[in-house]
């Protein structure tokens, strides 16, 4: 395999799992100056973002939706 498909890969693995990171901080019970911060803490930093937001950052809530219309 080469060099530039582990890469690709990798970039679309981490792009997932920012998503889905962003998520669940929108989706927690912080407050919004937290949730701002650690959107842009994982967006801007994503490999360390996503380690820190992993072991310490806000957490949704199961069966609470993403917005107060869903």
Not at 15 to 20: F, R, S
Not at 40 to 49: A, D, L, M, N, Q
């Amino acid at each position: 395999m080469e060099h530039g498909h582990l890469w690709i890969t990798l970039a679309v693995l981490l792009a997932v799992l920012e998503v889905w990171a962003i998520k669940r901080i929108i989706g927690s019970p912080a407050r919004a100056e937290n949730k701002m911060m650690w959107i842009v803490f994982v967006v801007f930093v994503p490999v360390i973002g996503l380690i820190a937001w992993g072991l310490s950052g806000p957490k949704s809530r199961p069966g609470v939706p993403l917005s107060k219309e869903g």
